[in-house]
T-cell receptor, first 113, second 113 residues
Framework: GAGVSQTPSNKVTEKGKYVELRCDPISGHTALYWYRQSLGQGPEFLIYFQGTGAADDSGLPNDRFFAVRPEGSVSTLKIQRTERGDSAVYLC???????????FGPGTRLTVT | AQSVTQPDIHITVSEGASLELRCNYSYGATPYLFWYVQSPGQGLQLLLK??????LVQGIKGFEAEFKRSQSSFNLRKPSVHWSDAAEYFCAVVFGGYQKVTFGTGTKLQVIP
């Protein structure tokens, strides 16, 4: 079946602009996760949804970052007033409810110039 | 503090040689343990996982890992490496009560003919 998909695959934006990154989880997966992977590092947790609600947003670095999942399926990660330090690969993963086995998408590479 | 460490940033092995990648964690109990592989341009793929039970776990692509409670380790092994195994490998941990995954910094594997 179809895996986790993320769009766009690449996004280049200017400092100060607003960006939206989209994640389409595996059908039937109620849990959805966002991670950020900087160059040479492992992925870092940002936020976790169970259904429509954010169950854990402790990894969001500041209030410029926000994520939604209004219908419990597709999620959008929103970054306001982007900074060069936001440049990274943003990974999305999904899993069945209460499963620790997460399936990752290919990521969106964000470059802030 | 809860943490996961991969002490080797980069490892080079000859094709056909055996491989061991190290992973250590710091936690007061046994976490859930995972190994992921990330090839260039690919998403993270789960190789294997340990939750409980038999401490030697088998995964995909001929990989195995052994959980050693006394050493707080979960090392990944493969008896004979193939050129296609060249990739970055991440040890990952879920600490009790949380759904998010904490990743190590990764070990980049180079395979030489």
């Amino acid at each position: 079946g179809a895996g986790v998909s993320q769009t766009p695959s690449n996004k280049v934006t200017e400092k100060g602009k607003y960006v939206e990154l989209r994640c389409d989880p595996i059908s039937g997966h109620t849990a959805l996760y966002w991670y950020r992977q900087s160059l040479g590092q492992g992925p870092e947790f940002l936020i976790y949804f169970q259904g429509t609600g954010a169950a854990d947003d402790s990894g969001l670095p500041n209030d410029r970052f926000f994520a939604v999942r209004p219908e419990g399926s597709v999620s959008t990660l929103k970054i306001q007033r982007t900074e060069r330090g936001d440049s990274a690969v943003y990974l999305c993963a999904s899993s069945l409810a209460n499963s620790y086995e997460q399936y990752f998408g290919p990521g969106t590479r964000l470059t802030v110039t | 503090a809860q943490s996961v460490t991969q002490p080797d940033i980069h490892i080079t092995v000859s094709e056909g040689a055996s491989l061991e990648l190290r992973c250590n964690y710091s936690y007061g109990a046994t976490p859930y343990l995972f190994w992921y592989v990330q090839s260039p341009g690919q998403g993270l793929q789960l190789l294997l996982k340990y939750f409980s039970g038999d401490t030697l776990v088998q995964g995909i692509k001929g990989f195995e890992a052994e959980f050693k409670r006394s050493q707080s380790s979960f090392n990944l092994r493969k008896p004979s490496v193939h050129w296609s195994d060249a990739a970055e490998y991440f040890c990952a941990v879920v600490f009790g009560g949380y759904q998010k995954v904490t990743f190590g910094t990764g070990t980049k594997l180079q395979v030489i003919p």
